[in-house]
């Protein structure tokens, strides 16, 4: 495969999202909330 490789159309995919992010969504900023809302991956945060 050339080195790259190819998700399953049954794996999730996910994106690690910064707590600065979440809390301007949360905080209802408009740029935080279109790029949450935009994001088609599974949505995590780290709380290390």
């Not at 080195?3 to 979440?22: H, I």
């Not at 905080?27 to 909330?33: E, F, L, S």
Request: hydrophobic fraction near 40%; charged fraction near 20%.
């Amino acid at each position: 495969m050339n080195g790259t490789s190819r998700l399953s159309p049954t794996m999730t995919t996910r994106l690690l999202v910064d707590t600065d992010v979440l809390i301007d969504y949360l905080r209802d900023y408009p740029n935080a909330v279109s790029y949450v809302e935009a994001q088609q991956e599974r949505l995590l945060i780290s709380l290390w």
